[in-house]
């Protein structure tokens, strides 16, 4: 029960027309995985809904070897390395043929539906499942520096389509806002080997942000999402040389 394992086929939807896995659909899938394995060991939506509270996501690192194309079959392996009641680190590899394609590392808030705000989980866990001395990514999911300077690329307004089921933009699709802001050459020539995430704030049906990019510094580029002067997003994308 503390490992998590699902398997899942690469489908035309979910690929760039390259054949590789849109960052968007490898980021879903991640979440969808750790969605089941809470679920399964008993803090999931289902049971979280209850007690009018959720998992939301704060911060994700994903470290890109090489990415799944379409038609592939790959393992998803997720597990829960600490937990502290308001808090939850878990990690993740996708994996082809044993070998390890993509490492990530996430941290989640407990959420208050009601108040909107962090919260103490109100359902009792059994420790169990905690894995605390097995890691995945080489580095560790962090915060992303915001103090720097940016250019306003893209603008956005919040669409039904963009929400979930906690009634706010699902956090897949600030990334994948970003991700169509840029130039496609950039997405799809192979070069992104890891993408660094910190969601900060909601955002709700209607309202419009900004979608900002800085220049690229040692071999680092930085985007966020801006509403009313204030980031609600920040994404970090390091790219190897080609």
């Known amino acids: 029960m503390g490992i998590f394992e699902k398997e899942n086929w690469m489908n035309f939807t979910q690929c760039y027309s390259n054949g590789q896995v849109k960052f968007s659909e490898l980021n879903n899938l991640l979440q969808l995985a750790a969605s089941e394995h809470a679920e399964e060991i008993g803090f999931g939506y289902r049971e979280m809904l209850k007690i009018k509270q959720s998992w939301v996501l704060s911060r994700m690192l994903i470290e890109v070897d090489a990415l799944p194309r379409y038609m592939e079959k790959i393992t998803i392996r997720t597990w829960i390395q600490e937990f502290t009641g308001t808090r939850s680190l878990r990690n993740f590899e996708v994996i082809q043929h044993d070998k390890v394609l993509v490492r990530a590392s996430s941290l989640w808030v407990v959420f208050n539906m009601a108040t909107r705000r962090a919260d103490h989980i109100a359902i009792k866990t059994d420790y169990d499942h905690v894995l605390g001395d097995r890691y995945s990514t080489r580095e560790q999911v962090a915060k992303i520096d915001g103090n720097i300077d940016f ?80 980031i609600h997003f920040l994404m970090k994308v390091g790219r190897r040389k080609i």
């Not at 906690?166 to 990334?175: D, F, G, P, R, T």
Request: charged share 35%; hydrophobic share 35%.
């Open 151 to 230: 250019e306003k690329i893209a603008e956005h307004q919040i669409k039904l389509s963009d929400l979930d089921i906690v009634n706010h933009a699902n956090n897949v699709k600030y990334m994948e806002w970003c991700f169509d802001a840029m130039n496609p050459k950039e997405v799809l020539d192979g070069s992104i080997k890891s993408l660094e995430m910190n969601f900060l704030k909601e955002l709700k049906f209607g309202e419009v942000v900004d979608i900002n990019k800085s220049e690229e510094k040692d071999g680092y580029t930085t985007f966020n999402i801006e509403k009313d002067g204030r």
